[in-house]
């Protein structure tokens, strides 16, 4: 979709990024250290600075100890640091419980293990987890389960109870929990982020995997962190020396800044995003979608058949990019099989006159359409 967009130069709703370059200070901290400090590989777990920066930040936001000199590990983004749990945890024949709508990297990366995935479906618009569903995904074989809270890309954010759930289950079949938060800092309406690792019984089972790409909406960063107990981020570690063994250190210097920001940088981010999904959702609904709630993360997720549309995601993503020349994202992308009907992605990480433009473009599509029949 994002080659479709380039192709029509249609606004990209569809990949998720940010439109901005980042907080100034945060560039000019790593300016400042690609300039005065080594160039030289940093040590494999990460610059202390940063881990003991992420460490912090887990007591700061969430009450959890970490030490960070040995249950933190910096990683190339958020991606590698699922690559490295996966291929560290999972053997072949194990099992991995995953939920679906997928983030586009966890089944084949689980498969590429060796392993095999169960899936636990999600429908909208209320995406809730039927706890039997996910009950009967466990099975003996069942090595891990991978979470991401809040979800792309439904914008979901799993409740208190939801994630009890998972905790009683990795429990019951001593299991442990990858946890992707890279949209730990994107809750809105005053809901607070909750981590699995803090839950009773998950601090030695949880990794916990954050990224400053999201964190400080510089996509093109990709320095993510783990947070783990020292005897599950060892096979962790092991996977990573030889996926990609360290990550810039100038960057990683940069984040330890980030991380240390005020609170305010932090409340502003998610408010800013907040005000860009209202304005979207807004849009949306004035042109006849049914958009379904979204409580974090980058993403609405919009009904196509609620203007009318009968044709498949795909058709209807395909459709606007070259004619709306707005890009959004068919859900069939993020199921393996049987995707819901008629529900597309778009993203709302942009400047609000960007947003504007895309809905009006969209409504003048949607105006010069020719009816659909009736029946
Ligand atoms: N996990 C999820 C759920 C994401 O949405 C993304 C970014 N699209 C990533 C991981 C990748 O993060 P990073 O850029 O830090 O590798």
Redesign the pocket.
Known sequence: MSGLAREHGAINLGQ?FPDGNGPDDVRAAAARALEDRPNQYPPMMGLPELRRAVAEHARRFYRIDVDGEREVMVTA???EA?AACLFGLLDPGDEAVLFEPL?DSYLPLVERAGAIGRRVRLEPPGWRVDRDALAAAFSPRTKLVVL?TPM?PTGKVFTDEELAAIAELAIAHDAFVVC?E?YEHLVFDGRQHRPLLGFPGMRERTARIG?A?KTFSL?GW?V?YVTAAMDMLLPIARAHQFLTFTTPPNLQAAVAYGLGKADDYFAGLAENMQAGRDRLRAGLERLGFAVADCQGTYFLTADIRSVGFSGSDLEFCTAIAREARVAAIPYSAFYADRPPVGQVRFAFCKPAPILDEAIARLGTWLERRPAPPRH
Do not use: E, F, I
Request: glycine residues 26%; without cysteine; charged residues 15%.
């Open positions: 998720g983004g958020a991606t699922v983030y991401n792309n992707d890279v990224s790409g996509t990709k993510g």
